[in-house]
């Protein structure tokens, strides 16, 4: 790989020995997928802080700077861990206090976590512990080179944002923090950004539900393939997006897709497809809409619901504001609990405007950090749960055992205040 003179002198140690392991790394990374040279970045989100058993044993051997240098860094020695490079983000990690005796994650877990955050926050890592780090500050501009984890995130970075980003892992976002510098391939050249597939509504996609069930459909289409979308779209918003893409990345692989007329790399059909040729259209009319809508219903036997999750991708502050109007004076069922994720920057003006005190009055509750996918932990007892995300009731039953119904947040609500599902495909 070609490496610039400050690249060569950060391998051979000028700038300590984390900075030379990282660069090792991303120049072992870059030959193993065939790019020719490193590019710059500046906008790092990874994660460091999630606790877990190889993790842990790693701090109890040698501190933070010890599962940084091997889970990160891909380095067994004991090295120092300087401040990081380049802004960097933590995404969601493991649950926070305000899920204690909630779960039966670990108390233990989360007092890690916690000394985990302190380390990495001293060495500028931004805790902003969420996946979806674009709605807490953490904003790149188009044609940014940027170096992200999370399939949810970098789908809404790649798509939305029209910034660049692979999906990463843990220890290319560890190496880019300390470098400032990420492997020059796949999303990151112009050329592999222009659209291979194309996909069509034949019903109107106007509502969050049905942007979740059609990102759902266009990722099983595709998988790992770019998608333009056209048909009867309704303007999205950011939640719509932020479920749509989601979905995508969850029943397939897809890191950038483009809506015509609405994401910024695709002012018309012809430009997402960079003046090529356009493919026949695959169509998504009733008979798939119904497909999806049962494929994610497909784990509910029980209509007992015992737990209602939202906020998956983490919730915006207007989804805060909408859960919190459905239940304004009305009290949860006895036996149903009800969790909404968000980003903890979001619960702060969730807890100004009143929406957390409505929420928790009403037997909710507003956790941050994380979500019972990420710590596979759900309330106790949990036998069947409902959700308005595709991503979750896709996820959880296989990694909880337990049964999901998937509907629009209002059918959730009447979950959550009856603990009964009585929701359909209209
Ligand atoms: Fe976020 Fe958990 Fe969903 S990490 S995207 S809330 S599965």
């Known amino acids: 790989m070609l490496l610039t003179d400050e690249e060569k002198r950060m391998r051979d140690g000028a700038e300590g020995e984390a900075v030379a392991a990282a660069m090792d790394l991303l120049i072992r990374y870059g030959e193993a997928l065939g790019a020719e040279r490193l590019v710059e970045t500046r906008n790092v989100a990874g994660t460091m802080t999630q606790p877990s058993p190889a993790k842990r044993k790693l701090f109890e051997e040698g501190g933070w700077a010890r599962a940084y240098a091997v889970i990160n860094l891909d380095c067994d020695r004991d090295i120092e861990i300087p401040r990081m490079r380049v802004p960097t983000c933590q995404l969601q990690h493991g649950f926070d206090e305000d899920a204690a005796g909630l779960t039966p994650y670990p108390a233990q877990s989360i007092e890690l976590q916690r000394d985990a955050e302190s380390f990495y926050s001293e060495r500028g890592v931004n805790i902003l512990a969420t996946c979806t780090p674009y709605q807490v500050g953490n904003l790149p501009v188009r044609g940014e080179h940027c170096a992200w984890m999370e399939s949810s995130a970098v789908v809404y970075c790649n798509s939305v944002l029209g910034a660049r980003t692979n999906c990463e892992g843990g220890a290319s976002t560890g190496a ?85 007329g609405i994401t910024p790399e695709a002012p018309t059909l012809e430009a997402a497809f960079g003046g090529g040729r356009i493919p026949e259209p695959v169509p998504y009319g009733e008979r798939e809409r119904r497909r999806v809508y049962e494929t994610l219903n ?20 207007d989804q805060l504001a909408e859960v919190a109007h459905l239940l304004e004076g009305r ?96």
């Open 176 to 260: 880019a923090s300390l470098t400032g510098k990420i492997p020059y391939w796949g999303n990151h050249l112009p050329e592999n950004r222009f659209a291979t597939d194309l996909i069509r509504a034949d019903v109107p996609i106007d509502s969050f539900q049905d942007w979740g069930m059609f990102g759902y459909y266009v990722g099983e289409i595709v998988q790992e393939a770019r998608p333009a979308v056209i048909g009867s779209l309704a303007q999205p918003d950011l939640a719509d997006l932020k479920h749509f893409g989601a979905a995508t990345a969850t029943s397939g692989g897809v890191e950038l897709y483009h809506l015509p």
């Open 298 to 317: 497909a784990q509910g036997t029980s209509t007992d619901v015992d737990f209602i999750l939202l906020g998956c991708p983490h919730a915006s502050l």
């Open 331 to 426: 009290r949860i069922h006895a036996d149903t609990e009800l969790w909404v994720m968000t980003p903890r920057a979001l619960r702060t003006m969730a807890d100004r405007n009143g929406y957390t005190r409505i929420i928790t009055e009403a037997g909710g509750r507003v956790l941050t950090d994380s979500c019972p996918a990420m710590s596979k932990a759900a309330p106790p007892g949990t036998r069947v749960f409902a959700t308005d995300s595709a991503k979750q009731a896709h996820y959880l039953p296989a990694i909880l055992g337990i049964e999901a119904w998937f509907g629009t947040l209002a059918e959730c609500i009447d979950a959550a205040l009856t603990g009964v599902w009585r929701g359909g495909l209209r």
